[in-house]
């Protein structure tokens, strides 16, 4: 069954540090997306892509960069990780043309 | 992407129906009303969506006034396991903007 994973679960790291959480989709979609999940903030996008070699900034986009060189995979990048990126962060995907969007099991990431 | 409005929190008893409803009076024609949900600690699962009539799945139906100013979701009969914050989200039609902003939403306690 095609699924959307996300690795890892957990991860705890140091600030400063250069963190990278993996999505990877076996659906084919061209769109995929990636949000934080913040107490009191709701989910808030970070980055999107709507195919290969395409991104664009979302509303909270300062200290990440994310890089689409193929369809099934959006890795986030946290350049230089701060205590205000602890959250959970969400990976998602949609076919073209469509709303319907599939979501991630979540990274829940601390920056000590 | 028109303003949603959804009460804070809701109750209902298992086995009953729950009645999620969702103020969108400044929607636009090309506008879809989405439903999604948040099971704690999971990524969002989307339930539905409509346009002008209402639509019914295994998992629940929604009923859009005529004016489309406000929608209900109904679960049908509400279990344990449907206790999660509900999102309803309005967004347009066409284009490449397919990219989704969550609000706060209703968190619906189902309870035994």
């Known amino acids: 069954d095609a699924e959307i994973t996300q690795s890892p679960r957990h991860k705890i790291t140091e600030t400063g540090r250069q963190v990278t959480l993996a999505c990877h989709q076996t659906?084919?979609?061209?769109?995929m997306f990636w949000y934080r999940q913040d107490l009191g903030h709701g989910l808030r996008l970070i980055h999107y892509?709507?195919?290969?070699?395409?991104?664009n900034k979302g509303e909270v986009s300062d200290g990440y960069s994310v890089s689409r060189s193929n369809t099934e995979d959006l890795p986030l990048t946290l350049e230089s990780a701060a205590s205000s990126q602890t959250s959970v962060y969400f990976c998602?995907?949609?076919?073209?043309?469509?709303?319907?969007?599939?979501f991630g099991p979540g990274t829940r990431l601390t920056v000590l | 992407d028109a303003k949603t409005t959804q009460p804070p929190s809701m109750d209902c008893a298992e086995g009953r129906a729950a009645n999620l409803p969702c103020n969108h009076s400044?929607?636009?024609?090309?506008?879809?009303v989405y439903w999604y949900r948040q099971i704690h600690s999971q990524g969002p699962q989307y339930i539905i969506h409509?346009?002008?009539n209402n639509e019914t799945n295994e998992m629940a139906s929604l009923i859009i006034t005529e004016d489309r100013k406000s929608s209900t979701l109904i679960l049908p009969h509400a279990t344990l396991r449907d206790t999660a914050v509900y999102y309803c989200?309005?967004?347009?039609?066409?284009?490449?903007?397919?990219?989704?902003?969550f609000g706060k939403g209703t968190l619906l306690t189902v309870n035994p």
């Open positions: 998602a995907s949609s076919a073209s043309g469509v709303y319907e969007q599939f």
């Open positions: 659906w084919n979609h061209n769109n």
């Open positions: 892509s709507y195919g290969v070699q395409d991104t």
């Open positions: 400044t929607i636009s024609g090309n506008e879809y």
């Open positions: 409509g346009l002008k």
């Open positions: 989200i309005a967004i347009g039609s066409g284009g490449s903007n397919y990219k989704l902003t």
